[in-house]
């Protein structure tokens, strides 16, 4: 079975830090590995994705993840977070067998002036 | 961009009663999916829909509910006797390809009373 853990509920970050968001998961297949984005009251937005090739991704709005299969994480970055960045962010992960989505529970990140 | 557009965005309905959530995927994609989102909660997988035809679906998705493509563009997802528990955000998503990233639209509230 799959599994997606985001390991922190809740980032509080000042503004211009870096921050990390962490995501692990666990399967007994090959997956694909995704973060979306979701501002108040909107749907789920695509930051970026890991399909295969190199390990680290660059997403959209200076967002990157990297992929670690020995540690199986996936955990998302960016040197220097802006206000704008406020909103949940939740990891997910594909089956490369299967067409559905396995989410995290979602990290709220609040960005503070 | 093209998007995945999801009508109404919120939908009142009394216990017991049948509803109807409208989604109209991006055009040219060929895989649907359903996913509910239970405030505070993470995003759970439904159902997903190919060549007009359940491809998979999760243990949520038993016989109360039920998908449809009435015509080229539309897919609906009906509940058909709702319970307090249906109470969640809807999304809908879809994509061109089962291992590419699905585009979700904004979600449709549904609060049963």
């Known amino acids: 079975a799959q599994s997606v853990t985001q390991l922190d509920s809740q980032v509080p970050v000042f503004e211009e830090a870096p921050v990390e968001l962490r995501c692990n998961y666990s399967?007994?297949?090959?997956?694909?590995l995704f973060w979306y984005v979701q501002y108040p009251n909107q749907g789920l937005q695509l930051l970026l994705k890991?399909?295969?090739?190199?390990?680290l991704v660059k997403g959209i709005n200076g967002f990157e993840a990297e992929f670690n299969k020995s540690q199986t994480s996936f955990h998302l970055r960016k040197p220097s977070v802006h206000i704008s960045d406020t909103a949940e962010y939740f990891c997910?992960?594909?089956?490369?067998?299967?067409?559905?989505?396995?989410f995290g529970t979602g990290t709220s990140l609040t960005v503070i002036p | 961009e093209p998007e995945v557009t999801q009508t109404p965005s919120h939908q009142v309905t009394q216990m017991g009663q049948e509803v109807i959530l409208r989604c109209v995927p991006i055009?040219?994609?060929?895989?649907f999916y359903w996913y509910r989102q239970i405030l505070g909660q993470k995003v759970e997988f439904l159902v997903s829909?190919?060549?007009?035809?359940?491809?998979?679906k999760s243990e949520i998705f038993d016989d109360q509910f039920s998908v449809e493509r009435p015509d080229g563009s539309n897919f609906t997802l009906k509940i058909r006797s709702t319970k307090l528990e249906d109470s969640a955000m809807y999304f809908c998503?879809?994509?061109?390809?089962?291992?590419?990233?699905?585009?979700f639209g904004d979600g449709t509230r549904l609060s049963i009373l």
């Open positions: 890991y399909l295969s090739g190199s390990t």
């Open positions: 399967s007994s297949v090959s997956v694909y």
């Open positions: 998503a879809s994509c061109l390809d089962s291992n590419q990233p699905q585009h």
């Open positions: 997910a992960v594909q089956k490369n067998t299967g067409n559905q989505f396995y």
């Open positions: 829909f190919y060549n007009n035809e359940i491809s998979e």
């Open positions: 055009s040219n994609h060929l895989y």
